[in-house]
């Protein structure tokens, strides 16, 4: 078993080719010495929130999830805003947090791949639901990194300098923060 850190990737698409699964492809490319970095992929399974089965024994997607978190460090997420807010299926993973207190005081932070003037609103309602839950935002560690396909290898990871470093500094400050 690892004694590293771990660092939770929490993607808020379900799209092939997203953008957001490119910055945390690349998260896990740029994470500093001494860290594993996990990529959560169990977003489709989730079933749709009910506080009525919010009880034990969870669902066992929902059972994965919240161990996954406890078992992390820390918390990075990449998710696109759709309709001004959080696509549904993360909103849905989200409210599956809050009966748990697994993410409560736990560092957490987001990477916006958006371009500019986007993706102010899933900001806003990732920083109020973490913020309901107990999560412990790092400002320092969230940060916007625009993804054009251009910057983009074959394998869908970031291949800008520029992105890479900001990406890199994003994750040190979570790591810090845990």
């Not at 010495?33 to 919010?54: C, I, K, Q, S, W």
């Not at 009966?99 to 791949?113: F, L, M």
């Not at 107990?134 to 990194?145: F, L, N, W, Y």
């Amino acid at each position: 078993m690892s004694t590293h850190p771990v660092i939770l990737l929490l993607s808020g698409s379900l799209r092939a080719g997203s953008s957001n699964e490119s910055v945390l492809r690349t998260a896990q490319a740029v994470a500093p010495p001494g860290v594993r970095t996990v990529r959560y992929e169990g977003l489709a399974r989730l079933p749709h929130f009910n506080p009525d089965h919010d009880t034990d024994p969870l669902p066992e997607p929902v059972a994965a999830l919240r161990a996954a978190i406890a078992g992390a460090a820390a918390v990075l997420i990449c998710t696109p805003e759709y309709a001004g807010t959080l696509p549904g299926s993360f909103k849905n993973l989200l409210d599956w947090t809050v009966g748990g207190t697994e993410i409560c005081d736990k560092p957490a932070a987001w990477i916006n791949a958006a371009g500019a003037g986007r993706g102010g609103g899933a900001e806003a309602t990732l920083r109020t639901v973490l913020g309901y839950t107990g999560a412990a935002v790092v400002d320092s560690a969230c940060v916007r990194i625009p993804v054009d396909r251009g910057m983009l290898d074959e394998d869908g990871v970031i291949t800008d300098a520029q992105a890479r470093d900001s990406l890199g500094r994003a994750l040190a400050a979570l790591l810090a923060a845990a």
